[in-house]
T-cell receptor, first 110, second 112 residues
Framework: TQLLEQSPQFLSIQEGENLTVYCNSS?????LQWYRQEPGEGPVLLVT?????EVKKLKRLTFQFGDARKDSSLHITAAQPGDTGLYLC??????????FGTGTRLKVLA | GAGVSQTPSNKVTEKGKYVELRCDPI?????LYWYRQSLGQGPEFLIY????????DSGLPNDRFFAVRPEGSVSTLKIQRTERGDSAVYLC??????????FGEGSRLTVL
C-alpha cells in the first residue's frame, strides 16, 4: 500500500519551463525526503525537510513541507535536460521507517 | 568499497527456485534497508535492520521472504519458491545517523 501519492505520474516538458511535483498523504510524517533516481541506479537524496511549513532551496529546486506535515512539493525553475529522472518523495514513519511515494517521471527536452 | 554493494546485479531463475540477494553496506552504517521496486514505480519497503535485529519487517509480502544480518554488516535477502510476481529490482540502502539513505544499484530479479 502506497501511503504517499505523487502527481503527476509523468511529465514531459521543454528546457526552460517551470514545473511542480506534488507528494500527498493522509498520514503525518516526522520528516520527508526527496530523492532523484536515474536508470540502473539507486535513488540519491536531494533534501530532507522536518518542520511543518519548511522551505528549502537547492539551486533551481525549491522544496516545501506542508504545515500539517502530510504533504510536500518540489518546484523546478528553468528545467534543464540534466533534471531528467524519476523523482521520489519518502516520508519517515516513527523513527526511521521510510515509505516512498509512487514516483514522478520527468523528461526535459532540449 | 565506498558505496553500498549489491550482488548479483542480475539474477534470472525459474519459478519455484530459491534465491539469495546480498547487500554489503557502507562501513559504519548501523541501519540497513531492503526495498523492492517495479518498473517506473516507487520503492516498496520490505524490512529494515538496526544492527543485527530486524527493527521493522512489516513490508515482507509473505513467509517466502526472509532477511538476515547476522553480524550487523552484510545482509542477505532470501526468497523461497520464487514466483513470477517476485520479478523486480531489489534495492538495499544503508543509513548513518544523519537519516540519509544511501542506495546500492540494486539486484534485478527475473523469475521465468
Amino acid at each position: 500500500t502506497q501511503l504517499l501519492e505523487q502527481s503527476p505520474q509523468f511529465l514531459s516538458i521543454q528546457e526552460g519551463e517551470n514545473l511542480t511535483v506534488y507528494c500527498n498523504s493522509s498520514s503525518v510524517f516526522s520528516s520527508l525526503q526527496w530523492y532523484r533516481q536515474e536508470p540502473g541506479e539507486g535513488p540519491v537524496l536531494l533534501v530532507t525537510v522536518v518542520t511543518g511549513g519548511e522551505v528549502k532551496k537547492l539551486k533551481r529546486l525549491t522544496f516545501q513541507f506542508g504545515d500539517a506535515r502530510k504533504d510536500s512539493s518540489l518546484h523546478i525553475t528553468a528545467a534543464q535536460p540534466g533534471d531528467t529522472g524519476l523523482y521520489l518523495c519518502a516520508g519517515a514513519r516513527g523513527t526511521y521507517k521510510y515509505i516512498f511515494g509512487t514516483g514522478t517521471r520527468l523528461k526535459v527536452l532540449a | 568499497g565506498a558505496g553500498v554493494s549489491q550482488t548479483p546485479s542480475n539474477k534470472v531463475t525459474e519459478k519455484g527456485k530459491y534465491v539469495e540477494l546480498r547487500c554489503d553496506p557502507i562501513s559504519g552504517h548501523t541501519a540497513l534497508y531492503w526495498y523492492r521496486q517495479s518498473l517506473g514505480q516507487g520503492p516498496e519497503f520490505l524490512i529494515y535492520f538496526q544492527g543485527t535485529g530486524a527493527a521493522d519487517d512489516s513490508g515482507l509480502p509473505n513467509d517466502r521472504f526472509f532477511a538476515v544480518r547476522p553480524e550487523g554488516s552484510v545482509s542477505t535477502l532470501k526468497i523461497q519458491r520464487t514466483e513470477r510476481g517476485d520479478s523486480a529490482v531489489y534495492l538495499c540502502a544503508s543509513r548513518p545517523n544523519t537519516g540519509e539513505l544511501f542506495f546500492g544499484e540494486g539486484s534485478r530479479l527475473t523469475v521465468l
